[in-house]
């Protein structure tokens, strides 16, 4: 058996994993907050193959998927907390995140469940287990790649909807496999995916091609406040409210990926103001620099090469912090070649 979980192999953690789902008869599912493409597609994923098992499962999010995902929640019903009771379940399934609080204002009443707890998740964990079980594998590209391995491993062969799911979790969290957590498994399982009858060009259409005529100018203003610190290394911008008070509503990828081609930048910082008082964080590095390091100093998290945090003070503040914390991480990293061992997403 291979310690690592990886290639055909399963860690006897993975096999307790299994387990406890072979086991479960009633499932919810969850993810963390604004939950991306890889939570949502893995969830569609595991409904359906635990659903072919004969298990009653729902899905229960802290929030509502985006609209790019619209085909994947015209097909499975995505819950979202209402602040009332959990429906019946004997297990809690988290997907692509491994700490409760992600999940907003449902943490405290998982917690007082008295429900089996399973991770399944690709990013780097907690040092404290408070799970029952966990499927983890920091190497997957995606958390939708953890279920295509459950599925697998339980037998269980992926109808359309759970296909789209995984194939939604592969394309978003590899960044339509260019980040360098694209690896080997990620084209075979995506050749195989292809070969079942997903179609990449609609599904990329579907995802990325449907914005609103203002994007591209909202693009152009957010662009507009783009600061370069460390003789250029790192490049900073931030997200001011909109005029109406709420926090602007933007698809960050395509302002991270525009940052991350300047050729001296190493480290994207995206510091989004989501109300008063309050900042979300959004890290990425194109080198060997950590941002796991730099997300986790603010109480946040997630991989190397893509973290993030939900940081409390005024923006100004914020971002000041972020970028000395960021410039300070250049002289403990041995940033300056890109890797290509780490992950994204
Ligand atoms: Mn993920």
Redesign the pocket.
């Known amino acids: 058996m291979d310690k690592n979980g990886q290639g055909t192999g399963l860690t006897d953690a993975q096999r307790e994993a299994l387990d406890a789902l072979r086991g479960a008869r009633r499932v919810v599912l969850t993810g963390h907050e604004r939950p ?1 493409g ?2 949502i597609g893995a969830q569609a994923a595991l409904s359906r193959v635990l659903t072919a098992l004969g298990k009653h499962v729902r899905i229960l999010n802290p929030d509502p998927p985006e609209g790019q995902f619209d085909y994947l929640s015209r097909e499975c019903d995505y819950g979202v907390d209402d602040g009332g009771a959990l429906p019946e379940h004997d297990l809690v399934v988290l997907l ?1 995140c491994s700490e409760l609080s992600r999940t907003g204002a449902l943490a405290n009443r998982f917690a007082e469940a008295d429900s089996l707890k399973l991770v399944v998740d ?2 780097v964990l907690p040092p404290e287990a408070w799970w029952d079980a966990a499927f983890h594998d920091v190497s997957a590209a ?2 939708g790649l953890l279920v295509y391995r459950i599925a697998g491993a339980l037998g269980v062969a992926l109808d359309e909807v759970a296909a789209r799911g995984v194939f939604t ?1 592969l394309v978003t ?1 590899t960044g339509w496999f260019k980040y360098s957590n694209t690896d080997a498994e990620s084209f075979r399982v995506a050749g195989e995916l292809v070969e079942s009858g997903v179609h990449p060009a609609d599904l990329f259409a579907t995802i990325y091609q449907r914005r609103s005529e203002d994007h591209p100018r909202l693009v152009g203003r957010v662009l507009d406040r783009l600061h370069y610190h460390a003789d250029g290394r790192l490049a900073l911008v931030d997200l001011p409210l909109a005029a109406d008070g709420r926090a602007m509503d933007l698809e960050t990828d395509d302002v991270l990926d525009l940052l991350r081609s300047v050729e001296t930048v190493e480290v994207v910082l995206l510091v989004r103001e989501i109300e008063k008082g309050i900042c979300k964080l959004s890290a990425r590095s194109k080198t060997d620099y950590n941002v796991n390091e730099l997300a986790r100093g603010f109480g946040g998290g997630g991989h190397v090469k893509a973290s993030g945090a939900t940081i409390r003070g005024q923006r100004e503040d914020v971002c000041a912090r972020v970028v000395a914390a960021g410039v300070a991480g250049f002289d403990n990293s041995r940033s300056g070649k890109p890797s290509t061992s780490e992950r994204q ?1």
């Open positions: 991306d890889d939570c692509d690709h990013h995606a958390t979790s969290d997403g």
